[in-house]
T-cell receptor, first 113, second 114 residues
């Protein structure tokens, strides 16, 4: 079975721009979660998607938005980038929304200049 | 809100030394508790979990016991190896079970020297 894959692996943007990060979930998984991991910190929950609907959101502003597609792949969109958005963005998939075992991708390293 | 506190790092040990990494938590309800490990350049991997009080999770020689009375989930290993060098995160699940949200601690870097 294929694991969780994220693209791109690295990205450099300037303040005010918009960015889209992509995630392909593990085969058979219908739930995707996104996390932001700042340098030296633990991952922080952004939101989760279950069967194309948002199913829980962390303490992030509305300029962080997402999508989940019928094949359960997902996108994270961030508008009006700020310097503090520089972080590793992790995608995790699970068999279903209440499942506690998450499978993480290697992440996208976003740098905002 | 829910939170996880890990001991300050980094930790450097010699091979075959005993490892303890402290983790305490604050949560409403009864979350499950986890240890995740992040090797350089890789995503997080589940190391072990415990779902209720007094449960012991174990994997690859690592152990942690869910202590409700002390709200702790300390990670231990009797004899570390160089290959255990990584960042270790303690985490708890959403106690409501509504979603798969995890709340993580800051993580601690473990370096094991030969």
């Amino acid at each position: 079975e294929t694991g969780v894959t994220q693209s791109p692996t690295h990205l450099i943007k300037t303040r005010g721009q918009q960015v889209t990060l992509r995630c392909s979930s593990q085969s058979g998984h219908n739930t995707v979660s996104w996390y932001q991991q700042a340098l030296g910190q633990g991952p922080q929950f952004i939101f989760q998607y279950y069967r194309e609907e948002e199913n829980g959101r962390g303490n992030f502003p509305p300029r962080f938005s997402g999508l989940q597609f019928p094949n359960y792949s997902s996108e994270l969109n961030v508008n009006a980038l700020e310097l503090d958005d520089s972080a590793l963005y992790l995608c995790a998939s699970s068999l279903s929304r209440g499942q506690e075992k998450l499978f993480f991708g290697s992440g996208t390293q976003l740098s905002v200049l | 809100g829910d939170s996880v506190t890990q001991m300050e790092g980094p930790v450097t040990l010699s091979e075959e030394a005993f490892l303890t990494i402290n983790c305490t938590y604050t949560a409403t309800g009864y979350p499950s508790l986890f240890w995740y490990v992040q090797y350089p350049g890789e995503g997080l991997q589940l190391l072990l979990k415990a779902t209720k009080a007094d449960d012991k999770g174990s994997n690859k020689g690592f152990e942690a016991t869910y202590r409700k009375e002390t709200t702790s989930f300390h990670l231990e290993k009797g004899s570390v190896q160089v290959s255990d060098s990584a960042v270790y995160f303690c985490a708890l699940s959403d106690p409501t079970g509504a979603n798969s949200k995890l709340t993580f601690g800051k993580g601690i870097t473990l370096s094991v020297r030969p």
